[in-house]
């Protein structure tokens, strides 16, 4: 059973940067897509990037395209969400979610508990 562990949330100014990390207990992540999906309170679950199994291939939701980049490091077996100029819109629970490929929110077969991210003055 494949376990994902999200970090690296916080509260953050908007304007400001944040570096998400998606981390799995089986080293065979690598194996595997790997989506970033949000919720924020009272909406519904947005996907907000993802990435292939190789790293080939990223897509993002036209809300975040320029300002989050998704990347992986298949040596250490981590996923990583960049984002940059954060407004506060992006406030929400953060999750990683793994799938066999880049299929949105129901192609997902493992999920994380979440990551705050708040972005505040």
């Known amino acids: 059973q494949l376990q994902l562990v999200e970090s690296g949330g916080g509260l953050v100014q908007p304007g400001g940067s944040l570096r998400l990390s998606c981390a799995a207990s089986?080293?065979?992540?690598?194996?595997?897509?790997v989506g970033w999906i949000r919720q924020a309170p009272g909406k519904e679950r947005e996907q907000v990037s993802c990435?292939?199994?190789?790293?080939?291939?990223?897509n993002y939701a036209h809300s975040v395209k320029g300002r989050f980049t998704i990347s992986r490091d298949n040596i250490n077996h981590k996923v990583f969400l960049q984002m940059n100029s954060l407004e506060p819109e992006d406030t929400a629970v953060y999750y990683c979610?793994?799938?066999?490929?880049?299929?949105?929110?129901?192609?997902?077969?493992?999920w994380g508990q979440g990551t705050q991210v708040t972005v505040s003055s």
């Open positions: 089986e080293l065979i992540l690598d194996r595997y897509a």
């Open positions: 990435i292939t199994a190789s790293g080939s291939h990223t």
């Open positions: 979610a793994a799938g066999v490929y880049c299929l949105g929110l129901n192609g997902y077969d493992y």
